[in-house]
């Protein structure tokens, strides 16, 4: 897809993972005030049109991971994570408020070793330990899950 260079925003991977994180955020909220990026007028965060996620076999989403303290993480827009259980050890992620301001959030998801977390996700059985895609709620949005067969193998319909 032809994107102008200029409408494409990278993270500054020459900065540590915080200052990384802290340099992204500070561009996303330039672009709030420059009328690029829509604000959520429900939540306060700003609006994606889309977010692509995947999901990993523990149920993380972006780098949010399960019993991380960062899942509960309220007030940042982009934050970090320096002993991410899954390699590389160091990262910056979205935080929930900002995945849950997107107007459309679609998972993907692939593979065998994905079909408990997927389980758990789609079950009318909720449990209050809550994997991080089931804390994935959007405020005002559509969230749509795109798997194979072998996601949902551990699905009963």
């Known amino acids: 897809v032809p994107i102008p260079a200029g409408q494409v925003y990278a993270i500054n991977d020459a900065l540590s993972a915080e200052g990384a994180a802290e340099d ?3 561009i996303l909220k330039q672009l709030v005030k420059n009328g690029v990026l829509a604000m959520s007028k429900t939540t306060g965060f700003p609006r994606f049109d889309l977010q692509l996620l995947g999901m990993g076999p523990d149920g993380h989403i972006a780098s949010l991971f399960p019993g991380h303290p960062l899942v509960k993480e309220n007030k940042k827009w982009v934050t970090h994570i320096l002993d991410s259980p899954k390699p590389p050890p160091q990262r910056i992620t979205f935080t929930f408020p900002v995945i849950n301001s997107s107007a459309y959030v679609a998972m993907v998801v ?5 079909a408990g977390a997927v389980q758990k996700a789609i079950s009318d059985k909720k449990t209050s330990d809550l994997l991080p895609v089931e804390m994935a709620i959007l405020d ?3 969230f749509t899950w795109f798997t194979d067969k072998e996601a949902v193998s551990m699905l009963q319909n």
């Open 140 to 142: 005002d949005g559509e």
């Open 24 to 26: 992204y955020e500070t």
């Open 110 to 114: 692939t593979g065998a070793g994905k």
